[in-house]
T-cell receptor, first 117, second 114 residues
Framework: AQTVTQSQPEMSVQEAETVTLSCTYD???????LFWYKQPPSRQMILVIR??????QNATENRFSVNFQKAAKSFSLKISDSQLGDAAMYFCAYRSAWRGGADGLTFGKGTHLIIQP | DSGVTQTPKHLITATGQRVTLRCSPR?????VYWYQQSLDQGLQFLIQ???????AKGNILERFSAQQFPDLHSELNLSSLELGDSALYFC?????????????FGPGTRLTVT
């Protein structure tokens, strides 16, 4: 079974600074998808960024980018120019590409990101 | 707004009772997923349906069941409720079942068992 580990329960960053959230995962599969979801106080789950394991290029979405290290099974999220609206819980998630879509997401425990004004 | 709707938003019930949570997926989405978010277990996948058929099971208890109807809405039935079932229950939908497709999450149903 796959596991996802987020070792930072809480992170704090000054507004406009850059912060990196860590995620490691354990899998024996070679083809999979990795995700970062944001959960603000409203509790809505919002997809931030997605990475396909077969793509070597790191995904980017505006101020959000990932550092995907497949051999190390590491998938960190970098948030540049942090904004107050980035304050939320961030969840790293894994999904196998091998099962024909017959499974769900496996989530880490989350990192609570605090933005200091 | 993801386009996924869940009702009710909040539910308070007593131990031993049975409740039904409802989910309407985004228009055109065939696959529905249920997730539970609790303080103890975190976010965990419960079950997946695709076009009316059960597709995959995760950490779903035997006391819980689900179904997807011909109009593609889904219901999650929780019975013999225990205090530990108190959680936020999310429904998500995607156009197809494949891992490539993004899952769009609903706002969740907050269940409190007293």
């Amino acid at each position: 079974a796959q596991t996802v580990t987020q070792s930072q329960p809480e992170m704090s960053v000054q507004e406009a600074e850059t912060v990196t959230l860590s995620c490691t995962y354990d899998t024996s599969e070679s083809d999979y998808y990795l995700f970062w979801y944001k959960q603000p106080p409203s509790r809505q789950m919002i997809l931030v960024i997605r990475q396909e394991a077969y793509k070597q290029q790191n995904a980017t979405e505006n101020r959000f980018s990932v550092n995907f290290q497949k051999a190390a099974k590491s998938f960190s999220l970098k948030i540049s120019d942090s904004q107050l609206g980035d304050a939320a819980m961030y969840f790293c998630a894994y999904r196998s590409a091998w099962r024909g879509g017959a499974d769900g997401l496996t989530f880490g425990k989350g990192t609570h990101l605090i933005i200091q004004p | 707004d993801s386009g996924v709707t869940q009702t009710p938003k909040h539910l308070i019930t007593a131990t031993g009772q049975r409740v039904t949570l409802r989910c309407s997926p985004r228009s055109g989405d065939l696959s529905v997923y249920w997730y539970q978010q609790s303080l103890d277990q975190g976010l965990q996948f419960l079950i997946q349906y695709y076009n009316g058929e059960e597709r995959a099971k995760g950490n779903i208890l035997e006391r819980f069941s689900a179904q997807q109807f011909p109009d593609l809405h889904s219901e999650l039935n929780l019975s013999s409720l225990e205090l530990g079932d108190s959680a936020l229950y999310f429904c998500a939908s995607s156009p197809r079942g494949g891992a490539f497709y993004e899952q769009y999450f609903g706002p969740g149903t907050r269940l409190t068992v007293t």
